[in-house]
């Protein structure tokens, strides 16, 4: 069964800075377009930026455009998320998985808290 396992997360202020890892335990990782999910207290889980297999394409919700980057190494099995210019309404638990499609097994998320 493949194994997601998120890291990265923290409390910071609004205006700050995080960068999000997703390691991937799967040695075809790269044939699947990945995504980073969030679900904030008493929400439901939404994704908010994906990548294509060979990280050429990238899209993004509306809430966070301009403000995250997605990214990945393939050779690591490992996507990235850097999060700038954070605001309090990015709270939330933060997941990776595939977007489109058949979901894997969720990880245990990481939680990122922007609180002054």
Excluded: H
Aim: net charge positive.
């Amino acid at each position: 069964q493949v194994q997601l396992v998120e890291s990265g997360g923290g409390l910071v202020q609004p205006g700050g800075s995080l960068r999000l890892s997703c390691a991937a335990s799967t040695s075809i990782f790269s044939i699947y377009t990945m995504g980073w999910y969030r679900q904030p207290p008493g929400k439901q889980r939404e994704l908010v930026a994906s990548i294509t297999g060979g990280g050429s394409n990238t899209n993004y919700a509306d809430s966070v455009k301009g403000r995250f980057t997605i990214s990945r190494d393939n050779a690591k099995r490992t996507v990235y998320l850097q999060m700038n210019s954070l605001k309090p309404e990015d709270t939330a638990v933060y997941y990776c998985n595939k977007a489109g499609g058949v979901t894997l097994g969720w990880g245990q998320g990481t939680q990122v808290t922007v609180s002054s």
